[in-house]
């Protein structure tokens, strides 16, 4: 058993294993077909002797989340559920996380195999998540006061509004990273993305929410999973937001699915008092794990 790094003589073997894997753990980083390794993403496979390809890991060292001194994982997962196979793949990426104080993962809360071996590894809770679903046949009407209108983001215009009115917004949340344009740009080229899914609620002029209307596949079943759902401070209390999650739904069935999916932090109780009165139930409950980085571990 060795750990060796993804490059591109192997990368294909990386794609496969996350498209295969990523499900039992964390699939909301499963690269793309057009993915290649990067320098600010250390990736890494773990082979058995015979060279077949038994766990995989990577983390994300970009930009955003250099600055807040974290880094995420895209995946880290192994087929044997050992300590020794994680713990070898643990040790490669911690000697290339220079620069932030802790790494995090996701995980679902019925892994507990798995979840005991990272508490083992010296992991610890750190936040809890929902993903939520409702159905899209029974719509509540939704009506915005005089003044504002949702508006399709205007691409190489809006990008910028976007990023401040969900910087504000998520501020204090979490796990939020700070957004940047460049980031937007990045999301549009992804198989995922739908045209015109990503909308701006505007007061006349200003720019004061943002919701994410993205294609998914969850048990070979195509959702819309909504995304960046945001009102600025000084606007929220006004129903603006509850409003824009209805459109986001109506848009959903307009689409042609019969499911909308969100994921909430379990400690935004506004917000998830909002998804759950507008008819959201729990589809599936994350555990995201963190360990303070110690390049001697």
């Not at 919701?211 to 998914?216: D, M, S």
């Not at 824009?244 to 109506?250: A, E, K, Q, S, V």
């Not at 400690?267 to 409950?285: M, R, T, V």
Request: negative net charge.
């Amino acid at each position: 058993m060795k750990a060796v790094k993804v490059d591109v003589n192997n990368v294909a073997d990386f794609i496969a294993y996350c498209r295969k894997c990523a499900a039992e753990q964390d699939e909301s980083n499963v690269p793309e077909d057009d993915y290649l390794p990067r320098e600010d993403e250390p990736a890494y496979l773990l082979l058995e002797s015979n060279g077949d390809v038994i766990g995989a890991a990577a983390i994300m060292l970009h930009r955003e989340y250099v600055e807040a001194k974290k880094a995420r994982f895209r995946i880290f997962h192994c087929i044997n559920k050992s300590y020794n196979n994680y713990k070898a793949l643990l040790d490669e990426i911690l000697n290339q996380s220079n620069g932030v104080d802790f790494v995090y993962c996701f995980i679902t809360e019925g892994k507990s195999d798995v979840r005991t071996i990272w508490e083992k590894l010296g992991f610890t809770v750190w936040r809890y998540s929902w993903v939520l679903e409702r159905g899209v046949h029974k719509i509540n009407r939704f009506e915005f006061p005089e003044g504002c209108s949702v508006k399709t983001l205007a691409e190489g215009k809006d990008e910028r509004a976007w990023c401040d009115v969900n910087n504000e917004a998520f501020a204090n949340m979490l796990g939020h990273t700070h957004l940047r344009p460049e980031k937007i740009t990045e999301w549009m080229k992804q198989d995922s993305y739908i045209a015109g899914g990503m909308k701006m609620l505007w007061h006349n002029d200003k720019p004061i929410g943002t919701i994410a209307l993205i294609k998914e596949t969850v048990n070979d079943e195509s959702v819309i999973f909504i995304e960046g759902l945001s009102i600025l401070n000084a606007y929220q209390g006004r129903g603006l937001g509850r409003n824009l999650l209805r459109y986001g739904i109506d848009f959903a069935k307009n689409y042609g699915v019969n499911k909308v999916m969100l994921s909430v932090n379990a400690e935004n109780e506004s917000a998830a008092k909002l998804y759950f009165d507008e008819g959201f139930k729990k589809h599936e409950i994350y555990i995201c794990y963190h360990k303070t980085v110690n390049q001697k571990n």
